[in-house]
């Protein structure tokens, strides 16, 4: 099992509509969840973190954990085409024992004008 | 706030050859540094952790001589390619953490690498 797991996609959304992301990780003592974006060629920015069970939001974007199902997942609302990117879920494994984040590999997605 | 740089953003070399790379934090200090790589279509791969004044740490497989960081300052870390080679062409991206708990990484631009 992969530590962090998100599929690769591309998922396909139209315009206005939500787009919905997933990821799963392996280590259930996982405190720090974080939500990167990254365009082709560029580096990750950094979109939301969370650290508590529920739901956080930033606009668009709301963040969502449960712990319980090891499952965080990030929707973004009214998705525009300039929300076109590779979306990386990253968690901090307390089972590695190292400060670094694991990153998943990535959902692409596309919004369709 | 939380702003991270690097440079040289392009850098185009010879085989044989060694590449600086620095990596700062802007607007805040950071007490660990990353060090990632990225080929096209694929994911991050995490090179080393650095953290100012001590050895970095370096992951399975990553050949410590051959990538030399030095994290001389809470705003500093430069990663040297050492005798270059093709294979070693790809985007390397640093990162930078604030505070003593595991939060947030901030990403710099990159630097892509092209070995001729």
């Known amino acids: 099992q992969k530590e962090v797991e998100q599929n690769s996609g591309p998922l396909s959304v139209p315009e206005g509509a939500i787009a919905s992301l997933n990821c799963t990780y392996s280590?259930?003592?996982?405190?720090?969840f974080f939500w990167y974006r990254q365009y082709s060629g560029k580096s990750p920015e950094l979109i939301m973190s969370?650290?508590?069970?529920g739901d956080k939001e930033d606009g668009r974007f709301t963040a969502q954990l449960n712990k319980a199902s090891q499952y965080v997942s990030l929707l973004i609302r009214d998705s525009q085409p300039s929300d076109s990117a590779t979306y990386l879920c990253?968690?901090?494994?307390?089972?590695?024992?190292?400060?670094?984040?694991?990153f998943g590999s990535g959902t692409r997605l596309q919004v369709q004008p | 706030g939380a702003v991270v740089s690097q440079h040289p953003s392009r850098v185009i070399c010879k085989s044989g050859t060694s590449v600086k790379i620095e990596c700062r934090s802007l607007?805040?200090?950071?007490?660990?540094m990353f060090w990632y790589r990225q080929f096209p279509k694929k994911s991050l791969m995490l090179m080393a952790t650095s953290n100012e004044g001590s050895k970095a740490t370096y992951e399975q497989g990553v050949e410590k001589d051959k990538f030399l960081i030095n994290h001389a300052s809470l705003t500093l870390s430069t990663l040297t390619v050492t005798s270059a080679h093709p294979e070693d062409s790809s985007f390397y991206i640093c990162s930078a953490s604030r505070g003593q708990g595991i939060g947030e990484q901030f990403f710099g631009p990159g630097t892509r690498l092209t070995v001729l």
């Open positions: 607007d805040f200090q950071a007490t660990t």
């Open positions: 969370i650290y508590s069970n």
């Open positions: 280590d259930r003592g996982s405190q720090s």
């Open positions: 990253a968690v901090n494994l307390r089972d590695t024992g190292r400060r670094a984040l694991t």
